[in-house]
């Protein structure tokens, strides 16, 4: 279900702007060499993983550290990793905290990075040369997906500038189109708080009906009728 009544879009558009630029991405990009360091490590020969404990892994601008470690393969090229314990994954200005973790490679690349919590945290840091505010966010998961580009925030979901704010029970970000798509359940709702900044107009707009919500720009023709 599409919103077009004009003023509460331009609402929301002002605050879509405020969120990462299109193109940029949330945890770095690499194919740069990756390297390992834990306090000890084991191979459980049963199971067929490796286990590490007190780990950290970077790579270029990438750095993952927790208490355990356990993988299908040290293999990067194609490879499953789950972390428990004060998971850490920091990117280029980006920061993403959880209890649990599950990250996966391909081809020596960070693909897909799902991370739970009570609730997991997302940051990004201010960038005044890409002209980006500060950018946080919480829910009971997220999950960052480098192939589709798109941050899903999942369960209690919140997402703040800074000054704006949206709740519900998921949150999709798709960073290539530059769209946010807001969904709740049937006992909650979407809720949008637009705080003013200097001196723009007050939309007077700071909730949504319940249900799936795709936030989008009104027609020229809707402007044009007033409705």
């Known amino acids: 279900?599409?919103?077009?009544?004009?003023?509460?879009?331009r609402s929301l558009i002002?605050?879509?702007?405020?969120?990462?630029?299109?193109?940029?991405?949330?945890?770095?990009d690499s194919k740069e060499p990756i390297a390992l360091e834990a306090d000890s490590s084991e191979f459980d020969k049963q199971e067929n993983r490796l286990i590490f404990q007190r780990v950290r892994i970077t790579q270029a601008g990438l750095s993952i550290v927790a208490e355990t470690a356990v993988a299908d393969g040290l293999d990067f090229s194609r490879s499953v990793w789950t972390f428990?314990?004060?998971?850490n994954i920091d990117g280029e200005g980006s920061h993403i905290r959880g209890?649990?973790?599950q990250l996966v490679f391909t081809d020596h690349r960070l693909v897909q990075a799902t991370t739970t919590g009570e609730p997991a945290t997302f940051d990004r840091e201010a960038d005044p040369e890409e002209?980006?505010?500060?950018?946080s966010g919480n829910a009971e998961s997220i999950e960052y997906d480098a192939v589709e580009?798109?941050?899903?925030l999942s369960g209690s979901a919140r997402l703040l500038d800074g000054a704006n704010e949206i709740t519900g029970d998921q949150l999709l970000y798709n960073i290539i189109e530059d769209k946010l798509i807001a969904s709740s359940d049937d006992a909650s709702q979407v809720r949008v708080i637009i705080t003013p900044q200097n001196g723009a107009e007050d939309a007077g707009v700071d909730e949504t009906p319940a249900g799936d919500g795709e936030l989008q720009e009104p027609d020229a023709d809707d402007e044009d009728s007033g409705t």
Do not use: C
């Open 149 to 152: 580009s798109t941050l899903l």
């Open 14 to 28: 002002a605050l879509l702007a405020l969120l990462p630029a299109a193109g940029l991405a949330i945890l770095p």
């Open 84 to 87: 428990t314990g004060g998971v």
């Open 99 to 101: 209890s649990t973790a």
């Open 1 to 9: 279900m599409a919103y077009s009544n004009p003023v509460f879009a």
């Open 131 to 135: 002209d980006l505010r500060a950018l």
